[in-house]
Nanobody
Framework: QVQLVESGGGLVQAGGSLRLSCAAS????????MGWYRQAPGKERELVAT???????YYGDSVKGRFTISRDNAKNTLYLQMNSLKPEDTAMYYC???????WGQGTQVTVSS
């Protein structure tokens, strides 16, 4: 059974930082591209960042230069370092395997102004 479990969300002031983690099990993590997505109330789901199994990264325009996606294949864990957070970053953040085959339950990030 595949499980993706996010953690690290919370409430932070604008300009602050958070680091999200996504622990994977039941999946050959090192062989899968992974990604972070987010969805704010009343808005469509948005791609935040992806990382290939080889480590190549891609970022959505709204987070470029502020967020960093990384992975630790030895720990089967995906990370998202979020710096210079803005109120518009407030959303539920989800990790997912490439192609959206598997999804986590999400972790809430709230940025206060």
């Amino acid at each position: 059974q595949v499980q993706l479990v996010e953690s690290g969300g919370g409430l932070v002031q604008a300009g602050g930082s958070l680091r999200l983690s996504c622990a994977a099990s039941g999946i050959l993590f090192s062989l899968n591209g992974m990604g972070w997505y987010r969805q704010a109330p009343g808005k469509e789901r948005e791609l935040v960042a992806t990382i290939s199994r080889g480590g190549s990264t891609y970022y959505g325009d709204s987070v470029k230069g502020r967020f960093t996606i990384s992975r630790d294949n030895a720990k089967n864990t995906l990370y998202l370092q979020m710096n210079s957070l803005k109120p518009e970053d407030t959303a539920m953040y989800y990790c997912a395997s490439a192609g959206g085959l598997y999804w986590g339950q999400g972790t809430q990030v709230t940025v206060s102004s």
